[in-house]
């Protein structure tokens, strides 16, 4: 049986930024049988969304990521320090309370990472997808399905609103992903259509293979 399996989000791929200018994509992680990295995907989507940031915050966030994936837990807190302090320095700066939730999950500290998840789409950057699937995530793996689901639910209609403003194969990837967790008949119709939309995109096949028919939700929600 195979077993690979998707992580999803930039909160489990961490969100760091390639230089002073430009901000990296939401990196996703797609795991090998081995648990190892089989090919990190991005999403276009985030490009360039920190020019508007300081170079010190920047800087701050790059270096806390560095820090993190080291993997271990005096690095995890020494980011968080970074971190810590970029948020004092702006906070709308939505990167580092993003990432400082992915050391809090990592540290198996599910609520605190919650609470970061829920503050990050209450006051701060409410059409952000990809924190509403990581809130549905978290519920999930703490045993709360049916708040999860609402979470679920919700990432799918703030992922839709973004793709009504710009079409992204990305985001549709991770829609339809989204709705194969809440109903896998209509995940899979979804990809399927977006495989025959866009023929001459090669990796959605792979997208639907590694995301589809080789995910196993618990195994993701175990990984966390």
Known sequence: MRKYIFYISILIGVIACKNKNTDTP???????????????????????????????????????????NKRNETSYQEA?????????????????YSNKAVILTRLGKYNEAINIYRHLVTNIKPDY??????????????GEKSTAKEYYKKAVQKYSDRISKKEEVMDMINRAHLNYILDKEKGLNEIDSLIK????????????EY????????KALDDL
Do not use: C, W
């Open 80 to 96: 968080i320090k970074l971190l810590d302090k970029a948020i004092r320095l702006d906070t709308t700066y939505y990167m580092a």
């Open 26 to 68: 939401v990196s996703h992680n797609i795991m090998g049988k081995e648990g190892g990295v089989k090919k990190e995907l991005s999403n276009p989507e985030h490009n360039n969304k920190q020019a508007k940031f300081s170079a010190e915050l920047i800087k701050l966030n790059e270096q806390a990521t560095l820090l993190i």
């Open 129 to 142: 997808p990809e924190a509403f699937t990581m809130l549905g995530m978290l519920y999930d793996k703490i």
């Open 197 to 208: 939309v866009y023929p001459k995109n090669d990796e959605l096949p792979m997208y639907k």
């Open 211 to 218: 995301m589809f028919l080789d995910y196993n939700h618990q």
